[in-house]
């Protein structure tokens, strides 16, 4: 005989789980009770939220479903975030709470929410499990929806009773889905009309999203791009799918995107689009967005379709067999060549500008910073102006090397999920870049980096305001820096040494020789290649701005530049 | 107005994911009727919508792990005429077909 509890971990085990981020609380007590000699590891963050942020740092950096565990009530709600960030942005998570015993449930008990209610609209699937017996089922299931076509969370809830009954186990049981009628599969004969989309094309552009990486597609995808040739961009989701050195590769687009991949993605006249859902982020206004092209949406959720535009075929199915099919097509076919347009969109007139003016040594900073990253680094960000200034510098073809919080934008989201990424991956140099205002809202895991010896790098893009709210307020508030202004930060250094990590402040001017001064250059290495955990605070000039901006509403050719 | 029919394994949820996913567009639901229908239950919505959102809302549907089918129609003008079907065509889970954008690919 076997408790419930006992029953969750063997379960969980079969599914490959070893590790989880969580943090205990009553109703989940016989769960934490039995983890010993279960063979999974239980990772105690100071925080919910931090738990499943670094669930979701670990499935980001390995694929693998990544399990968070709370306890009911606040626990569970301290959760909330991250599952809606996991929807967003297609990360299989698995999380497990505990709820009041089955009897209490309904009745207001101490610690009882409705987290299966709450998190309906923001998971794949949930349940609430309500017999011992149903335990393994919901388990195998919950795998399954999470992993399986387009990743994302799950809710497992758990009455602390039924965690302490016990049954005979038989094992594991493996969830075989039921077959729906109107499941999606590629349509035959998409390649020939794809060929002849092509071939009446004169300005086609392939723009990459997550759902590449995704599927384990990006090394075929590679291939096709080499072959045809076309000018290519990424979604900030996208980065590393494509390598940033390939002649037909424009950079990031969308609000923060280069000049070129955004004046290209308005010229195209087909689109063709690898896994991206085509968000407000990518598109500006949605009217005017692409305004000549016709789409080609190769998606694994036809739910993503036709949100924004309308587009004209649709290939649905997973990237890893469509695109090989794709291009077993484009081979056979005979398709005119786009030189000239690639030599238009990636010439000389759309480059980047140097940067300068008051963000021209952030900019420097991140510069030095990634070019001494070996090549299968991680760079995790926070959400603001800093995250996109390093998605802007980001220079790497490391697939998964670039995590950060992109679809929800969730503040706080960097600190934690670099823990879980570190763990996934402890040969790896981890670098976790935040800004003032995002570090303080996960502050408290310093605790967990220090408890595991974490080698993480931590940044502060420190601007001494929420930057890119400020940015906003600046351009578009007429210069109302409503509640912004953080000026009254703590000195994160001395908050640093409290919790026992190496840090250091280092100041604008140290960029302003280009390349850096031999010593700063030194300070550097030592910071990325120092055994433990550091802390290095980058002093920004507040009101830096990350440019090119496509203003909220403007279509894409409407980009601000630092000269504007 | 339009109806629709959305067949769905009756699990937990599924019915709340199925009205969820008119309600987070600040959706009436003017009628809803769900019930067993076979192996299957089946929750009848009359809203009031655009085109592009019955793309949206049939394929969101789509998407839910349990519903087997949507269909989607002209409401009928009276209500008792709604659970007769005859009038609701089956949605694609997809959007347009390669048919469609052969024809047009030949025609650019």
């Not at chain 1, 016989?30 to 740092?57: C, K, M, N, W």
């Not at chain 1, 909330?80 to 942005?89: F, Q």
């Not at chain 1, 302490?164 to 729906?180: C, D, L, S, T, Y």
């Not at chain 1, 802007?392 to 969730?410: A, K, V, W």
Request: aromatic letters at 8%; a negative charge.
């Amino acid at each position: 005989m076997l408790k419930g509890a006992e029953i969750v971990l063997r379960c969980l085990r079969a599914e490959g789980i070893d590790l989880v981020f969580g943090y205990p609380g009553g109703a989940i007590m016989p769960l934490y009770d039995a983890l010993d000699g279960s063979g999974v590891r239980h990772i105690l963050t100071r925080h919910e939220q931090g738990a499943v942020f670094a669930a979701e740092g670990y499935a980001r950096a390995t694929g693998r479903v990544g399990v968070a565990m709370a306890t009911s009530g606040p626990g569970a709600t301290n959760l909330v975030t991250g599952i809606a960030d996991a929807k967003m942005d297609s990360v299989p998570l698995v999380c497990i709470t505990g709820q009041v015993r089955t009897a209490m449930i309904g009745t207001d008990a101490f610690q009882e929410t409705d987290v299966f209610g709450m998190t309906l609209s923001l998971t794949k699937w949930s349940r609430i499990v309500r017999t011992i017996e149903e335990i393994p089922e919901a388990i195998a299931e919950g795998f399954h929806w999470a992993r399986s076509g387009r990743p994302g969370p799950v809710v497992i809830d758990i009455p602390t009773d039924i965690m302490k009954g016990k049954m005979e186990f038989a094992g594991a049981v493996k969830f075989i889905p039921r077959a729906k009628p109107a499941e999606a599969h590629v349509q035959p004969g998409f390649g020939e009309t794809l060929v002849a989309m092509l071939r009446a094309a004169k300005k086609p552009v392939a723009l990459v999203g997550a759902g590449a990486k995704i599927s384990g597609a990006v090394s075929d995808l590679r291939l096709m791009l080499d072959h045809l040739k076309i000018p290519t961009i990424a979604t900030v989701h996208g980065l590393g799918a494509v390598p940033p050195d390939a002649p037909y590769y424009l950079g990031m687009v969308g609000m923060h995107g280069t000049r070129a991949s955004n004046t290209a993605l308005h010229e195209t006249d087909l689109l063709l689009v690898f896994g991206a859902r085509l968000d407000d982020r990518v598109t500006g206004d949605p009217a005017r967005f692409a305004p000549d092209a016709r789409i080609v949406h190769f998606e694994i959720d036809p739910a993503q379709l036709d949100r924004v535009r309308a587009c004209e075929l649709s290939v649905i199915g997973d990237l890893a067999d469509t695109i090989p099919a794709f291009h077993r097509d484009i081979k056979a076919a005979s398709l005119p060549g786009w030189s000239e347009w690639l030599a238009i969109a990636a010439g000389p007139e759309r480059a980047e500008l140097d940067p300068r003016g008051l963000s021209q040594s952030t900019v420097r900073f991140l510069d030095e910073l990634f070019s001494r990253l070996p090549e299968n680094s991680f760079v995790v960000t926070d959400v603001g102006q800093h995250q996109m200034w390093a998605a802007q510098r980001y220079r790497s073809s490391f697939p998964r090397g670039f995590i950060t919080s992109g679809g929800l934008g969730s503040m706080g989201f960097a600190l934690p999920a670099a823990i879980g990424v570190q763990m996934a991956k402890p040969e790896a140099l981890v670098v976790c870049v935040s800004g003032d205002g995002g570090f303080q809202m996960n502050i408290q895991e310093l605790a967990t980096v220090r408890r595991l010896n974490l080698p993480i790098k931590n940044v502060i893009i420190d601007n001494k305001y929420l930057g890119m709210v400020r940015q906003w307020q600046q351009l578009f508030y007429a210069r109302n820096y409503a509640e912004t202004d953080l000026s009254d930060n703590p000195d994160f250094v001395a908050i640093a040494e409290a919790y026992k990590i190496h840090s250091f402040r280092l100041g604008e001017e140290a960029m302003r020789e280009f390349p850096v001064t031999e010593q700063t250059g030194d300070v550097l290495e030592r910071f990325l290649h120092s055994s433990g955990p550091e802390l290095l605070v980058f002093d920004c000039q507040p009101e830096a701005n990350v440019y090119p901006m496509v203003p909220a509403g403007a279509a894409l050719s409407e980009m601000l530049f630092e000269e504007d | 107005m339009h109806a629709f029919h959305i067949r769905y394994h009756n699990t937990q949820g599924t019915l709340m994911r199925i009205l969820n996913a008119a309600s987070r567009r600040a959706l009436d639901i003017p009628y809803v009727h769900a019930k067993a229908s076979g192996p299957e239950h089946k929750a009848t919505l009359l809203l009031e919508v655009n085109v592009k959102q019955i793309g949206q809302l049939c394929r969101d549907w789509h998407a839910i792990v349990d519903v087997t089918d949507v269909s989607v129609g002209a409401a009928p003008e009276s209500r008792d005429d709604l659970d007769a079907e005859p009038w609701a065509i089956s949605h694609p889970y997809t959007s347009r077909g390669v048919r469609d954008a052969s024809a047009s690919a030949a025609r650019a």
